[in-house]
């Protein structure tokens, strides 16, 4: 088995271990425990999650939360001034990031070129340019409304309101369905606070707010954030996984934070996102001296690369070929990993967003 081919990342799910909705309550969740000390599988539920948890650990949850990042539009086929030429096709779009001031990153559905302006009711973008070297569909666009036939960019602080005022919640695209008002809910963690992410830190959906009460009573815990994007989803294109670029998300850990990990004996991440900002964070610069630190994260950890500071994992079960994938086999190894993913198959756990979860200690 190569562990530096992707190929060697793919195995077989049926249809029908996709979660396409959560489970209720959050603690009747299945938990695999993998002790990596004897390599013994327990299998549990997320009501008996504290359980396992060494008492000395620190847990270190992301606080992102979820924009409703999805708008649906019309492009605008005559004049902008004229209501009754708002009839081309329909158009979806998907935010990305902040660029800039009043330039923003997002990924379209249907033909744009530069100049097309869309419709999103009183709101209104521009194309101002293709950036097909990120990926099919991405563009820089502007946004403004009209006032008295006069174009008024949207200030930053407009344009996140009119996401939340008019945004869909983006759930992952191997979830076939609408999105829903419970997913408003659903789809986010109870301690999320500083919105930017795009897709969930799905490990953190399994807590509810009196889980998460008890772990911060019973347990050392702290919060970063790294907004998660959609290059979360995205699988790896090249057969050498070495060769792949990684996706970048903004990230920030606060001087609190900064301070526990640096002096922690063993640290639990909530999640592959916490994992990667725990990792950026020791290999840097303001780790040697417990400082708070914010840039973009874009560490890619595999079996050639594994963690040096995080001790144990809590995680979802991932889609094959991608780097959350890899980013489980970093701790555990790729034999180990598939090992581990059959099992759950075999008894049958629910996987993805929506999914069960797997503890590695």
Same mark, same amino acid.
Request: aromatic content about 10%.
């Given at each position: 088995?190569?562990?530096? *081919?992707? *190929? /060697?990342?793919?195995?077989?799910?049926?249809?029908?271990?996709?979660?396409?909705?959560?489970?209720?309550?959050?603690?009747?969740?299945?938990?695999?425990?993998?002790?990596?000390?004897?390599?013994?599988?327990?299998?549990?539920?997320?009501?008996?999650?504290?359980?396992?948890?060494?008492?000395?650990?620190?847990?270190?949850?992301?606080?992102?939360?979820?924009?409703?990042?999805?708008?649906?539009?019309?492009?605008?086929?005559?004049?902008?001034?004229?209501?009754?030429?708002?009839?081309?096709?329909?158009?979806?779009?998907?935010?990305?990031?902040?660029? /800039?001031?009043?330039?923003?990153?997002? @990924?379209?559905?249907?033909?744009?070129?530069? $100049?097309?302006?869309?419709?999103?009711? /009183?709101?209104?973008?521009?194309?101002? $340019?293709?950036?097909?070297?990120?990926?099919?569909?991405?563009?820089?666009?502007?946004?403004?409304?009209?006032?008295?036939?006069?174009?008024?960019?949207?200030?930053?602080?407009?344009?996140?309101?009119?996401?939340?005022?008019?945004? !869909?919640?983006?759930?992952?695209?191997?979830?076939?369905?609408?999105?829903? @008002?419970?997913?408003?809910?659903?789809?986010?963690?109870?301690?999320?606070?500083?919105?930017?992410?795009?897709?969930?830190?799905?490990?953190?959906?399994?807590?509810?707010?009196?889980?998460?009460?008890?772990?911060?009573? !019973?347990? /050392?815990?702290?919060?970063?954030?790294?907004?998660?994007?959609?290059?979360?989803?995205?699988?790896?294109?090249?057969?050498?996984?070495?060769?792949?670029?990684?996706?970048?998300?903004?990230?920030?850990?606060?001087?609190?934070?900064?301070?526990?990990?640096?002096?922690?004996?063993?640290?639990?991440?909530?999640?592959?996102?916490?994992?990667?900002?725990?990792?950026?964070?020791?290999?840097?610069?303001?780790?040697?001296?417990?400082?708070?630190?914010?840039?973009?994260?874009?560490?890619?950890? !595999?079996?050639?690369?594994?963690?040096?500071?995080?001790?144990?994992?809590?995680?979802?079960?991932?889609?094959?070929?991608?780097?959350?994938?890899?980013?489980?086999?970093?701790?555990? $190894?790729?034999?180990?990993?598939?090992?581990?993913?059959?099992?759950?198959?075999?008894?049958?756990?629910?996987?993805? *967003?929506?999914?069960?979860?797997?503890?590695?200690?």
């Amino acid at each position: 088995m190569n562990i530096l *081919s992707l *190929s /060697s990342y793919n195995y077989t799910l049926p249809k029908e271990c996709i979660a396409t909705e959560p489970i209720t309550p959050k603690e009747a969740a299945k938990l695999l425990v993998f002790n990596r000390k004897d390599c013994s599988i327990t299998h549990s539920t997320f009501r008996n999650f504290a359980n396992f948890l060494p008492k000395d650990t620190l847990l270190v949850f992301n606080n992102t939360k979820v924009l409703p990042a999805r708008i649906y539009g019309k492009k605008i086929l005559q004049n902008l001034k004229n209501d009754s030429n708002l009839c081309g096709a329909k158009i979806e779009a998907l935010f990305h990031k902040e660029i /800039s001031e009043n330039r923003y990153l997002m @990924q379209f559905k249907g033909r744009l070129k530069a $100049g097309s302006i869309i419709s999103f009711g /009183s709101v209104y973008a521009r194309i101002l $340019g293709n950036l097909a070297n990120i990926g099919i569909g991405f563009k820089e666009a502007e946004f403004f409304i009209l006032k008295e036939n006069k174009e008024i960019p949207l200030s930053r602080d407009a344009f996140f309101a009119f996401l939340e005022h008019s945004g !869909h919640i983006p759930l992952p695209p191997y979830i076939k369905r609408d999105d829903t @008002q419970a997913d408003k809910q659903d789809y986010q963690s109870v301690f999320a606070k500083h919105l930017g992410a795009i897709a969930a830190p799905t490990a953190s959906l399994h807590f509810s707010k009196e889980a998460y009460k008890y772990l911060k009573e !019973h347990f /050392s815990t702290t919060e970063i954030t790294l907004h998660t994007g959609a290059g979360t989803f995205l699988g790896v294109n090249t057969e050498n996984i070495l060769e792949h670029k990684m996706h970048t998300e903004s990230f920030f850990i606060p001087q609190d934070s900064a301070k526990k990990m640096k002096v922690a004996s063993h640290i639990t991440a909530i999640g592959t996102t916490a994992a990667r900002t725990i990792e950026t964070y020791a290999r840097s610069e303001a780790f040697k001296e417990g400082k708070a630190l914010s840039g973009e994260c874009d560490l890619f950890l !595999h079996p050639q690369n594994p963690p040096k500071a995080t001790s144990a994992l809590l995680t979802n079960f991932h889609l094959p070929k991608t780097t959350l994938l890899m980013l489980v086999a970093s701790f555990i $190894g790729l034999e180990q990993t598939l090992k581990l993913y059959q099992e759950a198959i075999a008894k049958n756990y629910r996987f993805y *967003s929506y999914g069960d979860g797997m503890l590695i200690l």
